[in-house]
């Protein structure tokens, strides 16, 4: 009966894709985030691959927080327009106007207004029930117990206390209007899951995920990309070209590199297997206390 | 390129296994999954300095680095005054993938098993050495046996406070593998560890030479589990009907177990269409065959109104379809069950209406106790009678996990209240254990074979035929009491024969093994036999182990209930053991015998006997007494004028 075994891949894409048909055939009206990141273009593949050959059924919604690396929002647009997928992009416009930066208002209040609020905003206006993340449980200790259907109440907060059981692949994903949930297929996928399944299936992803030579500086120890002019330099700071790449991408004030030569997949996979830091620990955001997470998700972040 | 090119083929062709966690508090799991974890490097640097910092304010270890704070969120979530339910966790070695779904051990402890043992396929039980097996214990040995996770890894921890002692884990053993014999759980294995210090956790221990077994990790990582998915009866939900374009209609859904190809005779239900396959799509595209657990698309030969809930199987391999079922439900909600509120039901793709509309019982997890009740509250586990509101195609939870397991959904907070796991119903469709049809259990009133009534027969001897059916253990010694009661009746003149595994092995079922379908059959023929020996007069005394309610009850119902007297033989398994002339437990032991009741296979205990007799604390002659006396009363007329001596 051994030809008909899966491998832990095969069974990860299968449980991916029974997540994403459920929740597609259930909700009124969902929606993919996307966050151009490797784990988004993981999602990704695995929607098409659930709906193939017919299209995606649901458009997938940027949020665009203005401090993305160019690389990013370059691959957005051409990957979008190629792979013929319906992208729509939200920025938070008041904090916009107002002229919340990274750097005069602290990450904090900058993550709140341009990814908590304009998440919300974008939900809320799109009437979207369902919205598809590409969260893993295993990116983080508080995300472990997190369920693969999340249930947000009318304000989008996380009530822990409130969380469904969830059995079998037996789902719930009943709302009241007003409500929704957040759902993640990638729950059960690891970071080596993720690379293994990109090179698998030759996913395109962002290419400053490869080691190329970047203008850095050095901040508290972390290497922090000069992508643009935006980034007020301290005195005495000098951009260095360092061969560099990123294990995960956000806004590049508060995303760190890491030092690399692997400018492949192959290379990559083979540094992942070898190091042994979590790729959380370039991200600041969670640096600001251990509960930080915890708090942001109440809040309604992802 | 070549080292990194082996080492992705490698990674991509490993297996995955899911398994559950249980233990009570304090028993070690989290410093047992810390240490799988740090040592099978699932864990990056920056977590574990930050562990080791924490260990030296927060940690119970000294010195050492309490692995237990790598994974217990619970003295933080405690604290945050967070909700504690299971948490996943994730490593890897080499062939495998592991998901770990780890439920700490407090008051919500049922529910949250329950949910990790859902989707794994063992089960890790932590018994602490120096307490041994306690309540709790139990309480995850019957969870287990409810969820039907095939394999259960007893792991004594703490050895190292106990001196490595093997007699302490041979009694845990022991008393372990008695309580489980009244389960359903079918392959167990124990293991000696110290979590804290690491023996046999991932590589063997030398404090303990007396242990020749595998290591806990090495158990996981070689442990068969590619029999656990059901790949014989297909059955697809459709999740989501794909209409590209007007020559285009995929049925799309997760194979929950079986094969399906291309060309296939399939039924749609609860219609009952029939169709044949067309074309098979699986994630790359089009293929000749999917199976269990893939993703699939299909489409078929006949345009037909196929829909979301409707499940797809094989013509002549159907899941049965109805409106009532009866089930084992787990409650999971602070608002009790209520048998006048309408729930929702969600049975693979479909979601319904329905009513509980009986509670026959519930069991207590800890003493396995049934008591009748109004209603369940959180936490608490019943059989329940279920009537949907629609025909829905489903199996037998124990013979199919996806299409037999359902949750229950409040219509009005829509929360999750209840999971459900479908029962056999007794004669009906979705036989496991009893593969034979069911008779009508009152044909013997006129046996057509016999030119001598039933009434001429009782006129002249005083009874009937009937059928004194003993079950026990091997070494209950049913058959030392089958014959005494065979002496009493005969020598007051009645006509008896005893049947038991030696007689009819020895003929009659010679060509049968020991599998559940064997017993099954091996059963029917006795049941059978009994029958005509009753039809004409005679009375049968069988004595078989018979280990399965369902085809105890089977056999009742073919010989007729009325003239069918069970009676268990209830011994402890040291008892049977000594008592054993044939050894066959100590072969079970060594793996000799397969599925050996009391071993290593489930014996279901009666529940309500006609009788029940203790040979171990009796002597045989009072059980063949007390038998004796119960049947003469219940089987044998009553003095009448006819044989008052004038
Ligand atoms: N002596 C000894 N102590 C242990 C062992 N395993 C765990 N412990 C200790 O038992 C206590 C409870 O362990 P923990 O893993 O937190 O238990 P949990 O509540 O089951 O997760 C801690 O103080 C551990 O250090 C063991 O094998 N031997």
New interface residues.
């Given amino acids: 009966?051994?030809e008909?075994?899966?491998?832990?891949?095969?069974?990860?894409?299968?449980?991916s894709?029974?997540i994403i048909?459920?929740v597609?055939?259930?909700c009124e009206k969902p929606v993919m985030l996307y966050s151009i990141g490797k784990d988004s273009s993981v999602m990704v593949r695995l929607a098409q691959?659930?709906?193939?050959?017919?299209?995606v059924p649901f458009p997938l919604l940027h949020v665009d927080t203005t401090y993305k690396f160019r690389a990013m929002i370059e691959f957005r647009d051409k990957f979008c327009a190629e792979q013929g997928l319906e992208l729509l992009v939200h920025t938070n416009e008041e904090a916009q106007l107002e002229g919340i930066n990274p750097f005069d208002h602290g990450s904090d209040k900058y993550t709140h207004a341009f990814k908590t609020e304009a998440l919300l905003q974008a939900i809320n206006r799109g009437g979207y029930d369902a919205a598809f993340g590409g969260a893993r449980?295993?990116e983080e200790?508080?995300r472990?117990?997190e369920r693969v259907y999340s249930f947000r109440d009318r304000f989008h907060q996380w009530d822990?206390?409130n969380?469904?059981?969830?059995?079998?692949?037996?789902y719930?994903g009943?709302?009241?209007s007003g409500e929704s949930i957040r759902v993640f297929p990638l729950?059960?996928w690891?970071e080596?899951?993720i690379w293994?399944y990109i090179?698998?299936e030759q996913i395109p992803i962002v290419p400053i995920y490869y080691a190329q030579k970047q203008p850095c500086v050095m901040r508290d120890g972390r290497i922090i990309m000069v992508d643009d002019g935006r980034l007020p330099l301290k005195p005495g700071e000098e951009p260095q070209m360092k061969m560099v790449r990123f294990r995960s991408l956000g806004c590049y004030p508060l995303t760190a590199a890491t030092e690399s030569e692997a400018h492949s997949l192959?290379?990559i996979?083979?540094e992942m297997?070898l190091?042994?830091?979590?790729e959380r620990?370039n991200r600041m955001i969670d640096y600001d206390g251990?509960?930080s997470m915890?708090q942001k998700k109440r809040e309604g972040y992802f | 390129?070549t080292n990194?090119?082996a080492?992705?083929e490698e990674?991509?062709?490993?297996?995955?296994l899911r398994f559950v966690t249980a233990g009570s508090v304090d028993d070690g799991k989290s410093t047992l999954i810390g240490r799988l974890l740090y040592e099978s490097?699932g864990?990056?640097?920056?977590?574990?300095e930050a562990v080791a910092q924490a260990s030296k304010t927060e940690g119970t270890t000294g010195d050492d680095i309490d692995l237990a704070l790598l994974?217990d969120?619970l003295r933080?979530e405690r604290e945050?005054g967070?909700?504690?339910?299971?948490?996943?966790?994730?490593f890897?070695t080499p062939s495998?993938?592991f998901?770990i779904a780890d439920s700490p051990g407090h008051e919500q402890y049922t529910?949250?098993m329950?949910?990790g043992a859902?989707?794994a396929s063992l089960v890790i039980i932590l018994v602490d050495a120096s307490k041994g097996i306690i309540t709790q214990s139990k309480r995850h040995a019957f969870i287990a046996s409810l969820l039907r996770i095939p394999r259960v890894l007893l792991a004594v921890n703490k050895m190292d406070l106990m001196d490595y002692s093997e007699d302490v884990f041979r009694e845990i053993v022991h008393d372990f593998t008695e309580f489980a014999a009244k389960l359903e759980l079918t392959e167990i294995d124990f293991i000696p560890v110290s979590a804290l210090k690491g023996d046999n956790v991932v590589s063997k221990s030398e404090r303990m030479p007396w242990y020749d077994g595998r290591s806990v990790l090495r158990h996981l990582d070689t442990v068969h589990i590619?029999?656990d998915?059901n790949?014989i009866d297909f059955r697809m939900p459709v999740?989501?009907v794909?209409r590209?374009n007007a020559s285009?209609r995929?049925y799309?859904?997760?194979i929950e177990s079986g094969?399906v190809h291309v060309g296939d005779a399939v039924v749609v239900l609860p219609s009952g269409v029939t169709n044949r396959v067309k074309e098979v799509?699986g994630?790359?595209?089009p293929t000749e065959t999917a199976?269990?657990?893939?993703?699939a698309?299909l489409t078929l030969e006949n345009e037909v109104d196929v829909s979301?809930g409707d499940v797809i199987s094989p013509v002549n391999n159907r899941p049965t379809v109805d409106r009532a079922l009866e089930a084992m439900v787990v409650w999971?909600d602070s608002d009790k069950l209520s048998l006048t509120k309408e729930y929702?039901v969600?049975?693979g793709?479909r979601?319904i209406p329905a009513r509980i509309t009986k509670l026959q019982y519930q069991v207590d997890v800890n003493t396995l106790h049934r008591s009748e009740v109004d209603s369940l509250s959180l936490n608490e586990i019943g059989r329940c009678e279920l009537e949907l509101s629609q025909l829905v195609a489903f199996d037998p939870y124990r013979k199919n996990?996806?299409t037999g397991?359902?949750?229950i959904?409040d219509r009005m907070t829509?929360?999750?209240v209840g999971?459900a796991m479908v029962l056999d119903r007794g004669g009906g469709a979705g036989r496991s254990q009893a593969n034979w049809e069911s008779f009508s259990s009152s044909s013997y009133l006129a046996p057509k074979a016999s030119g001598v009534s039933p009434v001429e027969r009782e006129a002249r001897d005083g009874y009937c035929g009937f059928t004194v059916f003993l079950t026990g253990l091997t070494g209950s010694r049913k058959r030392d009491i089958a014959l005494l009661l065979e002496r009493e009746f005969f020598d007051e003149g009645a006509s008896v024969v005893v049947l038991d595994g030696h007689t009819i092995r020895s003929g009659v079922g010679k060509d049968l093994g020991f599998d559940a379908s064997a017993r099954s059959e091996n059963l029917r023929r006795v049941a059978e036999t009994a029958r005509v020996l009753n039809d004409h007069g005679v009375i049968a005394i069988c004595a078989f182990v018979a280990p399965y309610s369902e085809l105890r009850d089977k056999v009742a119902e073919t010989i007729g209930e009325e003239r069918f007297f069970g009676v268990f033989v209830d011994a402890p398994v040291e008892y049977c053991r000594k008592h054993d002339a044939q050894g066959l437990y100590d072969k079970a032991d060594r793996g000799e015998i397969k599925s050996f009741p009391g071993v290593n296979a489930t014996y279901e205990f009666p529940t309500s006997p006609n009788l029940l007799v203790r040979p171990a604390e009796q002597s045989l002659e009072t059980c063949a007494g007390l038998i004796y006396t119960a049947v003469k009363k219940k089987f044998f007329k009553k003095p009448s004028l006819k044989s008052v001596d004038w």
């Fill in positions: 009966m051994s008909y075994s899966l491998s832990h891949l095969a069974q990860l894409e299968a449980e894709i029974h048909r459920e597609a055939a259930e691959k659930a709906f193939a050959p017919g299209p449980r295993d200790k508080s472990a117990k822990p206390k969380q469904r059981p969830e059995l079998w692949n037996l719930n009943r709302v009241s729950s059960n690891t080596l899951d293994l090179y698998k192959p290379l996979i083979e297997m190091t042994r830091k979590s620990e251990n509960a915890e | 390129m990194i090119d080492l992705l990674n991509e062709a490993k297996d995955l490097k864990i990056y640097e920056d977590q574990l994974t969120g933080a945050q967070i909700t504690i339910d299971v948490a996943y966790r994730y890897s495998r993938k998901i529910r949250n329950v949910t859902s989707t590619a029999g998915r790949l999740q989501y794909s590209t285009f995929g799309m859904g997760r094969a799509f994630p790359d595209g199976f269990a657990s893939m993703s698309t979301r999971m929702l969600k049975h793709t979601l996990r996806a397991s359902m949750i959904i829509n929360r999750t999971a």
